[in-house]
């Protein structure tokens, strides 16, 4: 067997490990950190769907929207039909060029940053006595976040709700925090595609973090929103490396 052989073999099975709870967003965040640390390299196909899946313990649907999502990367090329496969198209980092460029230690910091301090507003947020306005506002502006999904807008309603939530906390520094995290977080989400899937599955996650928040249930409002903030961070670790 050749080193490359080798290569090959082991490196996926010590690097891609069955997901956790953001199966989509991991699925996407593992293949990706693989192909770009040369697991799979430049023009070398994948594996079989059903070895992968297998591997990740993910099913072929979640596979191949995950796959879909790394061609939207310019990650990998699928060709169709017989012999067909996906190609890994990513020859390696070129430097950065532009004012949206990040490093990884500037990419590390961020998401570090935000993980402590989104959770905890959210936590905060609900043991706070929330008065009709506050509650009319965290309603409505989660109303905006759903009829937005499907557009463009969404991302824009998405940092406002994530604002509406640390604006009920009670702590100016708190809503200082996040509003640093999300204008970070923003110029960082920028250099992804938009991925469908993750929309959906981040408008679920948002639904529990605000019922927790209205409810009073403060252990559920910071585990939910850890939650969300760690499948933003699968993706972004993935696909901006």
């Known amino acids: 067997m050749s080193s490359s052989e080798a290569r090959v073999i082991a490196l996926p099975q010590v690097i891609l490990q069955p997901t956790g709870g953001n199966v989509f967003e991991a699925t ?14 430049d023009g070398e196909q994948l594996p079989p769907e059903r070895e992968l899946a297998d591997r990740l313990q993910v099913s072929r649907v979640t596979l191949r929207e ?16 017989r012999g067909g496969g996906t190609v890994v198209t990513y020859a390696g980092p070129t430097p950065p060029t532009t004012p949206g460029s990040t490093s990884v230690a500037q990419l590390t910091d961020v998401l570090s940053f935000r993980r402590i301090v989104e959770p905890g507003a959210a936590e905060l947020a609900a043991t706070r006595p929330l008065d009709g306005a506050q509650r ?8 905006e976040c759903a009829d937005t999904l499907d557009t463009p807008a969404h991302r ?5 709700l994530h604002l509406a939530i640390a604006s009920v906390c009670g702590s100016a520094m708190l809503i200082d925090a996040v509003t640093q995290a999300q204008a970070a977080l923003g110029e960082l989400l920028a250099m992804i595609p938009v991925l469908p899937r993750n ?11 605000v019922k927790a928040v209205l409810s009073g249930d403060a252990a559920t409002a ?10 933003t961070a699968e993706l972004l670790k993935g696909l901006v490396g």
Not at 199 to 209: F, N, R
């Open 28 to 41: 996407v965040g593992q293949l990706a950190t693989a192909i770009r640390l040369g697991v799979f390299a």
């Open 66 to 81: 995950a796959i879909a999502a790394l061609r939207d990367a310019d990650l990998v090329q699928t060709t169709r039909g």
């Open 136 to 143: 009319a506002w965290l309603t409505q502006v989660m109303a």
């Open 156 to 160: 824009v309603a998405d940092a406002r």
């Open 199 to 209: 929309i959906a599955h981040s408008h679920d996650q948002h639904e529990v973090v």
């Open 222 to 231: 910071r585990a939910a929103m850890q939650e969300h903030c760690d499948a």
